[in-house]
């Protein structure tokens, strides 16, 4: 615990953007621009934004899905930008991800057992008995019957499904979950199973997560630490109790101040951002939030704040710290 | 509309078995099966259950012959009527045909001939275009262009007149006719399929699998190819009435199945004049079965369609 | 004075398999709503608001039918009016706002002239006034430099930006009941919050009811005065906002705050064991109880009725009603 096995260093990602045909772009997407993060054994880092922030182009980084335009992802210490055919296939069996619809992540004539089985044949050599039986075992891990094996997807329910995903995502003797908004297509009562189910997972195998969320108090339920991002940078990281109890960036205020309530007299900051979430194309200069921050300054406007650690794990990127 | 009181459900006191078995009943498309299944057990039991031979005239009776040519014994006797008209006789109840052979039996083995060579073409023909559309819409590039230029090209090909050129280069002939169906429809299956890839490789369970390090062919052979078979099968059943259709034509054209093999088409070829001339069973009969395999294969197909889109279904 | 909107008994099923199987979908839910008053309407996936809402415009699919109650609107009830008289409440009188803006808006015209048709049909407007009723619903619904909007096409707004359109578009008819089905599901947080607002504000300035559909409790303890929390097409207990969240009468909706997750604590949280009902295999007695902490004996076999506590509360439940209140 508290072990490096992630580590993000100034990732970015650009899209090209334009017609190419006349010779020349006419811009960029910057959909990661410049991110760093470590996510340790055994822990969460959740990673917040609206769209457009960039977390599910960061997911695909992660996954090695696409590949980066600058910067590194190391994982137990290799870059992975490194790795091909067999240790690219490691790497894969190491990281995997669970999607946010479960009506959809799931193959619709395959029989839950065999997709569960799948990337296990995919990636070791094993016999069809053991393939059985280490799905079992998965199927009992995540809380259903082994007897559910031979059942196809749209025999279960939602949450059910979701777990399926789940018992697939850690089929492999798998190190990190990406959670893509594991939660935000399920219902009210059967979030909290499924929340409990990754914690107690999380116990037992000492897997981690990069949970991906727009709903802060999930994601600041499950997590360690947790991560702001806006437009393709990180505004903010902190240890997850710590960002509710002092959230610093004036975007998290916002985030927290539209986050609802929990009952109808809890107190909420007056915080009402004004304008849309701007998109990746053309983002404003400086200081990439500074049209709807509500405490601008003339410096954000031209110069871009870093992100500072002001406190022991508390980073902020903003010019009112320090 | 006002409130409407409901009467007692008959849920009541049904059982549940009862509720099932109607419910299956009620759905399944009971015409177009019906049909079909006339016409497969024809096909299939036809050496056992078909009255007479295929290719030899019925022996007729000495009344028969006495009635046609005067005299006590002939070899056979041509052109009876079936049984309910006058001069026919339950013996060959559709009567027969210009060289004495039983209408119904020539039928029954023709069906073999029909169903066969439809539904193996037909087949042929979805595998072919199923694969060429999973290749080119999920390997894209290179593969889509080419695969979708050939495609468009032999979609411009009109069936029957294709079909001629192939079967004069080829010959008549049973399996030549399978490759000719084959090769004239599987353009219409890649197409189709293609559509649905390119719209099946962006959903979830294939990033998934691409995630996760499968292989290509694992992933279109387990994760697309289940996927499209839902069109594939309608598109099937709506293909096989073409292919019924295009055989018959060919036989009649004398460019398919030859004579004296009992070809639907054939049959209603070599009867041409005989319908002018009033021997309308010769004709008709033949025909009626090439209208009842289409159709039930048309209906079969739609049936399908609504069944396998769930937002047509009306659940 | 009769309430704006009283739903009275309200039964809706759907009849499937030509009538073997009948899934009770809204199973006499009542309730009733003032002007000016935003009501909302809890449940899960299959708990019937939907269909419940679906029932007061009588827009369902072919295959339901409104088996018995009443929906009075201003005293008249809807069920007895023909289909003609309907079209002339849909829109005028009740609107709606639903939760996906991409399929509430038809991709082929211009936010004009989707703004335009209610008060094209319902208040006859034309020409010039048509067009200054329309910039007066797309300033009211804060869309910036509505002149130059009005001749756009949905697929260049923001997802935040169509569902204010679908806002004003509610308003167009100058409707005295606006049905908010989900609006906000689709929605990043401060956008959500953005639009949330802005109904509030609407709604004070136009005196309109809003009944808001949703799973969300967080936008109930926000926008609403009262709810009801409808579980297997009934509702379970109906409250004001904060009596619910200080004081839940019905085991079910304890158990749905408690497994709210809440900022700044990870408290571990309560799930509610089972699954949400399937509507057509419905348990004996309380539909509730396979999933009830508290069950007893006669949960079990017997349905219990809507008891009234009083102050317009209700709860449909065995326990005695002091037990079942939180503290």
């Known amino acids: ?322 | 509309m006002a409130t409407i009181p409901v009467h007692a459900t008959p849920l009541g006191g049904v059982s549940r078995v009862a509720r099932r078995s109607y419910r299956l009943v009620a759905e399944v498309p009971s015409i177009p099966l019906l049909m079909l299944s006339i016409l497969v057990l024809a096909a299939v039991f036809a050496p056992a259950i078909a009255p007479h031979g295929k290719l030899t005239p019925v022996k007729p009776t000495p009344e028969q012959c006495q009635a046609k040519f005067g005299m006590a014994d002939c070899p056979y006797v041509d052109n009876v009527p079936p049984f309910w008209s006058a001069g026919g006789t339950l013996g060959t109840p559709l009567g027969t045909d210009f060289m004495g052979r039983d209408v119904l039996s020539r039928l029954m083995y023709g069906a073999r001939i029909s169903l066969v060579v439809a539904l193996t073409g037909t087949l042929f023909a979805g595998a072919i275009g199923t694969l060429l559309g999973v290749l080119a819409g999920y390997l894209g590039k290179w593969w889509d262009q080419i695969i979708m230029r050939i495609t468009d090209a032999w979609l411009t090909l009109p069936s029957l007149v294709f079909a001629i050129l192939l079967s004069s280069v080829r010959g008549p002939g049973l399996w030549n006719m399978v490759l000719i169906l084959a090769l004239v429809f599987w353009s219409r299956y890649s197409r189709a399929v293609r559509g649905e890839v390119l719209a099946l490789r962006e959903r979830d369970f294939v990033k998934l699998a691409e995630i996760n390090g499968i292989p290509k062919l694992r992933i279109i052979w387990r994760h697309l190819i289940p996927n499209v078979m839902n069109t594939v099968m309608v598109l099937f059943s709506l293909q096989v009435g073409v292919a019924v259709i295009i055989e018959a034509s060919l036989s009649f054209l004398g460019v398919g199945v030859p004579p004296p093999e009992p070809s639907w088409g054939l049959m209603m070829a070599q009867e041409r004049e005989s319908l002018m001339e009033g021997k309308w069973w010769l004709a008709v009969f033949p025909g009626t079965c090439i209208t009842m395999l289409v159709l039930s294969a048309n209906m079969l197909g739609d049936w399908l369609r609504v069944r396998l889109d769930p937002q047509l279904r009306n659940r | 004075m009769p309430p704006l909107l009283r739903v009275q008994d309200l039964k809706t099923h759907y009849f499937g398999f030509r009538g073997t199987r009948v899934v009770k979908a809204v199973d006499g839910i009542s309730f009733s709503l003032e002007a000016g008053e935003t009501f909302g309407l809890v449940g899960e996936s299959g708990s019937g608001k939907t269909t419940a809402c679906h029932s007061i415009v009588r827009l369902l699919p072919s295959s339901a039918r409104i088996v018995s109650g009443s929906i009075e609107l201003e005293g008249e009830n809807l069920l007895d009016k023909s289909p003609a008289a309907m079209r002339a409440v849909r829109g005028r009188r009740i609107a709606t706002i639903l939760q996906d803006p991409m399929a509430s808006l038809d991709p082929l015209f211009s936010i004009y002239g989707q703004v335009a048709e209610p008060a094209y049909y319902h208040q006859a407007l034309r020409g010039q006034p048509l067009r200054q009723r329309v910039k007066e619903l797309l300033t009211a619904v804060r869309i910036p430099s509505p002149e130059r909007r009005m001749k756009e096409f949905p697929h260049q707004m923001s997802g935040g930006m169509r569902q204010r359109i679908v806002g004003a578009i509610a308003q167009a008819g100058g409707p005295r009941v606006i049905i908010a089905d989900e609006p906000t599901t689709n929605l990043d947080v401060t956008i959500q919050l953005q639009y949330l607002n802005l109904l509030k504000d609407l709604q004070r300035a136009s005196g309109v009811a809003l009944i808001f559909v949703t799973h969300n409790l967080g936008i109930v303890a926000k926008m609403c005065d009262r709810v009801a929390v409808m579980y297997a097409g009934k509702i379970v207990e109906a409250q004001s906002v904060r009596g619910l969240f200080y004081a839940p009468r019905h085991p079910y909706t304890r158990a749905l705050l408690d497994s709210m997750p809440k900022l700044g604590t990870k408290e571990p949280l309560y799930a509610i064991p089972g699954q949400p009902p399937d509507l057509s295999k419905l348990p004996a007695g309380c539909s509730f109880h396979p999933r009830c902490p508290h069950v007893m004996e006669r949960c079990r076999t017997e349905e219990p009725p809507e008891h009234s506590i009083g102050d317009g509360t209700t709860a449909r439940c065995w326990l005695p009603i002091h037990e079942a209140a939180r503290g």
């Open chain 1, 1 to 322: 615990m508290g072990e490096p096995l992630l580590q993000v260093r100034d990732l970015k990602k650009h899209f090209p953007v334009g017609n190419r045909l006349l010779g020349r772009e006419r811009g960029w997407v910057k959909a990661v621009d410049g991110i760093s993060f470590t996510i340790n054994r055994g822990e969460t880092l959740g990673l917040v934004g609206e769209s457009g922030c960039g977390k599910t182009t960061t997911s695909k980084l992660i996954l090695a899905a696409e590949a980066p335009t600058a910067g590194a992802i190391e994982f137990e210490g290799r870059d992975i930008a490194s790795l091909h055919g067999q240790e690219l296939m490691e790497y894969r069996r190491r990281v995997q991800v669970v999607f946010q619809d479960p009506f959809s992540s799931l193959s619709p004539r395959m029989r839950v057992g065999e997709i569960i089985g799948e990337p296990i044949e995919a990636h070791e050599k094993l016999l069809r008995r053991q393939v059985q039986s280490r799905v079992q075992e998965l199927l009992e891990l995540v809380g259903l019957r082994a007897d559910m094996a031979r059942l196809f997807p749209h025999e279960f329910s939602g949450g059910q499904r979701q777990r399926v995903a789940i018992a697939r995502a850690l089929s492999t003797n798998t190190r990190l979950v990406v959670l893509d908004e594991p939660v935000s297509a399920l219902d009210v009562s059967i979030r909290a199973h499924i929340i409990r189910l990754l914690e107690d997972i999380q116990r037992r195998l000492g897997v981690s997560y990069l949970f991906i969320a727009h709903d802060l108090a999930a994601v600041s339920h499950l997590s360690q630490q947790t991560a702001v991002m806006y437009l393709g940078k990180l505004v903010e990281v902190a240890d997850s109790l710590e960002l509710c109890a002092t959230p610093l960036h004036p975007y998290t205020k916002a985030l927290f101040a539209a986050s609802l309530p929990s009952h109808p007299d809890e107190p909420r900051e007056e915080i009402v951002l004004s304008g849309e979430v701007p998109s990746p194309l053309n983002p404003p200069r400086g200081c990439h939030f500074h049209p709807r921050c509500p405490f601008v300054m003339p410096r954000c406007s031209e110069q871009e704040p870093e992100l500072l650690e002001l406190a022991p794990g508390h980073s902020v990127a903003c010019h009112l710290y320090p």
